[in-house]
């Protein structure tokens, strides 16, 4: 398929594929840790939002941490140190279902349900260093490559939820488990460039400090909800766990083809009428979600919200790697991660308080307020960029 081993589409496929792998593991936890925590093990919605917030805040901290080793110690052999840590917390799941080991796995492996992992949801601490070196690989088609990425291996985090419906709970960490094991051989092989940084010194500050700011708004907002929709129709619907897979499964299928639009997105729309298109036609649908009680309205709801999350978000990396000095990606990367899931942990623990009180449509009015606010910041710092 390549001339040349060395071509960087050639370390763009192995990149590829380790993604995919990891997304169907992704896929797979997502669904079956909610179910695991509430159903089988009887644990309250507020006892899950304290095992997401401490798996977000963990997720952010690590992040952080993978991003000043990947641009100061090396992209590849950090990248290979944080993969392991998904199929070690996998296991420790298969094994123990104590409510320490849960937190212990869901801190390692990131089981914070933000969503995809470019998001930083499961096993979303090696996104900094993943995205890094994608830039690198990329340069000049990056859009068309974070797209690209983002779509395969959401495609894949949706077969991996689907998988879940022939699994029982534990078998589905083993296999998770196994499958994220496999994913780290394929990028062994990898070499792209790595510029060392300066550890302590940032030359894109003000561009990082634009991201850190709509991050934080971001992640609050998708902390309130995006952890919650499976419980939301656990909770709501009483749907049994083979029905809520099917519905993943779609959603997770319309979210990943909606990443494909993002190079037309930008080329029609720019980047800022593009964020302020998907995500306040999103927020609107958020705000309906708790309000409509009829399942195939909501399910409808439920199949768009991702595709309208994540629709723009290959034109938001692209962007920043423009505007970021090179030795500096794994820094921005990290630190917009640390500022979204750190403010997403928040979110999280209050919409565990109030799911547990029942006052569900909540959080739900509160992520379209703050998203609303979000796309005037987005329209205030990179007007220059619509």
Known sequence: MFKSKNQPEHYITLL???RVLRSVSAGMIILAFPYLVLTELHHSPFRLG??????????AALGLLSGFMADTRGR???LVIVALLLPLSSL????????LSLFIAAMLGGFSATGSLAGGGVGGAAVPIQSSILAALASGRRTFYFSLVAFISSMA??????LVKVLTINDTFLFAAAISMASIFFILPIRSEEPKGSLIRLKSKV???????TGMLNGLSQGLITPFIVPFFVIVYHLPKSEMATYAFI??????????????????FGFVKSINLTRGIGAVLTVLLPVIRVLPVSAAIYFLMPALRVAALPIQQSLMTEMVAQDEFGRAFGINQIARLAASAGGTLFTGYIFSIYFIALPFYLYGALTSMNIYLYSRFFKSKA
């Open 92 to 99: 420790l799941v298969y094994f123990s279902k104590s409510l």
């Open 157 to 162: 985090a949706a077969l991996g939820s689907l």
């Open 50 to 59: 304290l095992i997401y917030t401490s798996a977000t805040i963990a997720t």
């Open 207 to 213: 561009a990082i400090g634009k991201f850190l700011l």
């Open 16 to 18: 590829i594929i380790f």
């Open 76 to 78: 590849k052999v950090t």
């Open 251 to 268: 959603s997770g299928l319309i979210g990943s083809l909606s990443l494909l639009l993002a190079p037309r997105l930008e080329g029609r």
